[in-house]
């Protein structure tokens, strides 16, 4: 059973995105997906700076198993990365909803995450 | 997967949290808790494999000897009671059609191991190559089941659990020995470059043996280890997998194995002419092992650029290794491509991971320092 927080959203490409009081949007992957990968062995991310439209892709998370491609749940502008992945990628099984966030992102629309699942739908797609 | 095959610790597995997938048509643990942690604890201290899908062979009769010399391609007369020998078994072409383990038990009495995903394979060709011997092959995969304990402190285990005296069993020879009150073929022979016993005993006693390794060994740091951490171990350590390094199309002195192939032994054997002509001429391709220094996992397939960046072979394995903390592999490359030799540093082979250039270190493996016995 993954964990799923009630207070974020999802997307059914299982990234998770939590909207922070300042407006800024974090971006990561969820319980299910990382515990679906395995070890994770390598995180590649967009540069500060880029500009991303919902749905597109964002980056690359490795395990030993397999690549997958990592998919903005909403448009936005990256603010930041998780620099701290590069050498402890393994921080996403660990803390896949805290220390292992991906990106900020400045939304370009401040209503965009309704559009994505809340927790109560995407257990149903990873119960 | 109710079609999958299933070793006797299926449910041990489940019940210890294994990730059952399909392996060669087996249903196997793949990790338990993770892979790399899983890895680092067999060359820290200790971890318990199944690996039960392995497949066993009797072969006994007055030519039993004669004959596997005939089927293999290392000199199976320099076995004695109590020895084992690794070997490729050749097509006439000398390509592999499986590597395996000759275990000789007494006079005209000799055990094989082979690979779970060749059985079927593997027993057609050598009971069509046993025709001219007066020899019997019996398939005995079934009857065994077959646990790994690998690690510095492997040994220690499975002595607290025996009375025979393992420290007389050196690297490459066994004994039979009573473990856990479990009669057990105790083979100190490994697949992960550390020390360690491979123990073959009756199927039906596996869950008890299995229970009693992993109480033993809990306490000196021991633990379940999958299928994953075994292949990132095997590949670190420089070891072949069929299918992989050696194949019907890849030769023994193409991937590095020249050690196992004796020309010289004084019996014709399958492929001995095709690789005699291909060690005087030179293999035309090569395996090599590779790192990169990246984090990025070379994976098999990916094309193998030569200086110009055009394609000069492909990767055939590749993983991250737990302990280097850099991505390695193997690549079956034009020969051409690289300077001879076991490592070429001057090769400039790369690789393009996602848009970026990678170049390949060429290693001699093993990619760590082993301390096996």
């Known amino acids: ?127 | 997967m109710s079609e999958l095959k299933r070793t006797p610790l299926r449910e041990f597995h489940a019940a210890h949290g294994g990730r059952l997938v399909d392996f060669a048509g087996w249903e196997m643990p793949v990790q338990y808790r993770s892979i790399l942690e899983e890895h680092k604890s067999v060359r820290r201290a200790a971890g318990l494999f199944d690996v039960s899908h392995m497949g066993e062979v009797d072969v006994r009769g007055p030519e039993a000897g004669a004959f596997l010399n005939y089927l293999v391609t290392n000199d199976v007369a320099k076995l004695y009671p109590g020895r084992v020998l690794y070997s490729p078994m050749c097509y006439p072409s000398g390509g592999v059609v499986d590597d395996l383990l000759v275990y000789l038990r007494g006079p005209e009495d000799y055990f094989l191991c082979i690979n779970a995903g060749n059985i079927d394979k593997d027993l057609a060709w050598m009971r069509e190559q046993a025709a001219k011997f007066k020899v019997t092959i019996t398939d005995r995969s079934a009857d065994y089941a077959l646990l790994a304990v690998q690690g510095p402190r492997a040994a220690e285990i499975v002595q607290s659990l025996t009375g025979a005296k393992l420290g007389l069993v050196k690297y490459y020879h066994f004994t039979e020995a009573t473990v856990a009150g479990i009669n057990c073929l105790a083979s100190r022979t490994g697949y992960t470059g550390e020390d360690g016993f491979e123990l073959y005993h009756s199927a039906g006693d596996a869950v008890a043996l299995a229970g009693a390794l992993l109480a033993a060994g809990v306490s000196r740091g021991l633990e379940l280890a999958g299928l994953g951490a075994r292949d990132s171990l095997r590949l670190e350590a420089g070891y072949p997998l069929y299918g992989h390094e050696i194949t019907a199309d890849i030769s023994p002195l193409a991937a590095g194995l020249g050690w196992t192939v004796k020309l010289d032994k004084g019996a014709d054997f399958n492929g001995r002419a095709a690789l005699r002509a291909e060690k005087q001429n030179g293999s035309p391709r090569r395996i090599v092992f590779f790192k990169t220094g990246d984090r990025r996992i070379v994976r098999a397939d990916t094309p193998v650029l030569g200086p110009d960046g055009a394609a000069v072979g492909r990767v055939v394995s590749g993983t991250l290794s737990p302990i280097l903390n850099e991505a390695i592999g193997s690549a079956l490359v034009d020969a051409r491509s690289v300077p001879a030799g076991d490592a070429a540093p001057g090769a400039a082979l790369t690789v393009d991971i996602r848009g970026t250039k990678l170049p390949l270190h060429l290693v001699k493996p093993p990619f760590i320092e082993l301390k096996k016995s």
């Open chain 1, 1 to 127: 059973m993954s964990n799923i927080p009630a207070e974020l959203r999802y997307a059914k490409s299982h990234e998770w995105v939590r909207v922070e009081s300042d407006g800024t949007a974090t971006v990561g992957i969820t319980d299910y997906a990382q515990n679906s990968l395995g070890d994770i062995t390598y995180v590649q991310v967009p540069k500060v700076g880029a500009s991303l439209k919902a749905g597109e892709t964002f980056g690359v998370v490795e395990s030993v198993k397999a690549a997958s491609d990592l998919y903005a749940p909403i448009a936005g502008t990256v603010l930041a990365v998780n620099t701290a992945l590069d050498g402890a990628p393994e921080t996403v099984n660990r803390a896949p909803y805290t220390d292992g966030w991906m990106l900020k992102l400045k939304p370009a629309d401040a209503g965009a995450t309704a559009a994505l699942l809340d927790a109560g739908a995407y257990s149903k797609l990873a119960g």
